[in-house]
């Protein structure tokens, strides 16, 4: 099955995905093969090989071959911009097979996942430019007798390793500028979240991208993302996923060949909201913040640090807000709130709110499993009078799980956002354009919003501080984390001898 209509109906088999690699897509054949369920739904969707770690070095073998003899870095600007522009076209022509996979597969609402996958032909569309623009520093201030260049060449062979909850969205945020740059990938999914990763690899070559210039290697991250970590072949690795992998994959790096590393960790992002805010917008934004995705986002607005004077009437208008929001079967037009996408993050999520029950925080609305029939589902919940001891102020829930944290100050308000190992992401609503500035300037993130939440594109870089990550992906910036610069002296004239 190739093409999906509009009707949204579920598979009648699980799909074989197979891996890809040097242009081609290699079926499971003898392998052990992951059989994805629709968290949904609880059916068979997807089948996916668990690649063995030869498979991984074929792949970074195919990988290095296509850095190596230049076939991809040697093209002009041009050339890359022209597959990229190509890739973007198809990723629309295809927006809804996409959509349909990663929705069967991660749980998320149909018309989000189309609205994500259509954000992504836009990334390939604007990396296409700055395939083109991307060009080094040159000197001419250093004498008559010297003139300096600084010239940004790629990476090399670059490893993506991705989690479950934006499969192609957080690969997007990647792939077109690590190719803008002239480097070669290789990627490897969550193992719940294989296949739209493997339909973009087929979409790049019928884009025009050279064999082995992106392949995919399926498995799980114990193996397969391990070996990536340790393998020393590959140059540089962009991880996204929790703050204890990304750990793990420093240590790794450190044994092995010292790559360079890209990291986007965890998030306990902030939403700080003033009094003098729209109140009603901020209540919107509140409720998107923590119920987009299930609150599976790294970016979640998860902490609520509101104005005493206004606290108790916010929780209530956020409270009414997420009692608006349709939760229910993904595949539905109308759904806006989907599923659990783990069994293991269902049990993580529903363990936090009874820890919040337990450590005596106040319980505004949701505070467990949704039944639905079928799949795996979880009440938006709120919690009052949280301190910020509590674990669950503390820890990243990944789930749409809000804590509260009222503030008297200015100040105080900024102590307690900035109270966090973490610095992914923050907002801030107020109308007094003086305090969201003192706000945005003193709190420690990498992406802030102000009066608004969760908006992104192309253009602006995402990151964190602290134990968010290291790196910046997207923009120019993402483009220029995949290079590296090298400095060129070039003596003019004849030379001043050292030895007369
Ligand atoms: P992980 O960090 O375990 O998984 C993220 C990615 O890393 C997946 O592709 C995973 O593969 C892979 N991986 C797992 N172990 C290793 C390893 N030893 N070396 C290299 N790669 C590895 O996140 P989980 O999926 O287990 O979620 C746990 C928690 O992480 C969540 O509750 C949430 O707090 C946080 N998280 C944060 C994300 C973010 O966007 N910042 C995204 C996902 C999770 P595989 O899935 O195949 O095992």
């Known amino acids: 099955m190739d093409q999906i209509s509009t009707r949204q109906s579920l598979p009648a088999e699980p799909r074989d995905f197979g891996f890809y690699v040097d242009g081609a897509r290699v079926p499971a054949a003898e392998r052990a093969v992951f059989i994805r369920h629709s968290p949904a739904h609880d059916v068979p969707v997807t089948r996916i090989p668990k690649c063995t770690e030869g498979d991984l070095d074929m792949a970074v073998d195919a990988a290095r071959r296509a850095f190596d003899d230049r076939r991809w870095s040697g093209l002009s600007g041009q050339a890359r911009a022209a597959v990229l522009l190509k890739a973007g076209a198809l990723i629309r022509a295809r927006a809804e097979e996409i959509a349909y996979w990663e929705t069967l597969e991660n749980g998320k609402p149909i018309a989000q996942a189309r609205g994500e996958v259509l954000g992504c032909a836009d990334m390939y569309e604007y990396a296409s430019g700055l395939a083109r623009s991307l060009h080094g520093d040159s000197f001419n201030n250093l004498g008559d007798g010297m003139m300096g260049l600084v010239t940004r060449e790629p990476v090399g062979v670059v490893g993506i390793i991705t ?136 970016v979640s607005g998860s902490r609520l640090i509101v104005e005493r004077s206004v606290a108790d009437r916010f929780a209530e208008m956020v409270r009414d807000k997420l009692a608006k ?72 829930i990944f789930g749409p799980v809000l804590t509260i944290l009222p503030f008297d100050t200015l100040d105080e308000a900024i102590a307690i956002a900035n109270d966090t190992d973490y610095g992914l992401a923050a907002s801030v609503w107020t109308k007094d354009i003086d305090k969201a500035l003192v706000v945005t300037r003193r709190v420690q993130a990498g992406r802030f919003w102000v009066n608004c939440t969760l908006a992104g594109g192309p253009e602006l870089p995402l990151g964190g501080f602290k134990q968010s990550g290291w790196g910046r992906e997207a923009g120019k910036y993402g483009v220029e984390e995949y290079t590296q610069i090298k400095s060129v002296h070039i003596e003019i004239g004849k030379r001043r001898p050292w030895i007369a």
């Not at 993302?225 to 072949?233: D, F, K, L, S, V």
């Not at 929790?242 to 890209?262: C, D, I, M, P």
Request: proline share 4%.
């Open 163 to 298: 989690p479950w909850n934006f499969p192609f969205l957080i690969l997007c945020e990647r792939v077109p500028y690590i190719l803008a740059s002239g480097c070669t990938i290789v990627v490897k999914p969550s193992e719940m979240t294989s296949a739209t990763s493997l339909i973009l690899a087929q979409i790049l070559t019928e884009a025009g991208l050279p064999d082995g210039c992106m392949n995919v290697v399926t498995g799980s991250g114990s193996t397969i993302g391990q070996a990536m970590a340790e393998h020393p072949r590959i140059d540089m690795l962009s991880f996204t996923g929790s703050t204890a992998v990304g750990r793990r994959v420093v240590e790794a790096a450190g044994r092995s060949n010292f790559k360079k590393l890209g990291l986007e960790l965890g998030g306990k992002n902030p939403q700080v909201v003033f009094a003098d805010a729209d109140l009603e917008d901020a209540a919107d934004g509140v409720a998107f913040g923590i119920a987009f995705n299930t609150g599976q986002c790294c």
């Open 325 to 396: 929001a349709v939760t229910g079967d993904p595949l539905d037009e109308a759904t806006q709130i989907g599923a659990i996408t783990t069994e293991a993050q269902n049990r993580t999520i529903l363990s936090y709110i009874e820890k919040g029950k337990e450590e005596g925080a106040r319980l505004i609305c949701g505070g467990g499993a949704l039944d639905m029939g079928q799949g795996q589902y979880i009440a938006p919940t709120i919690f009052g009078d949280v301190t910020a001891e509590m674990v669950i102020a503390r820890d990243e």
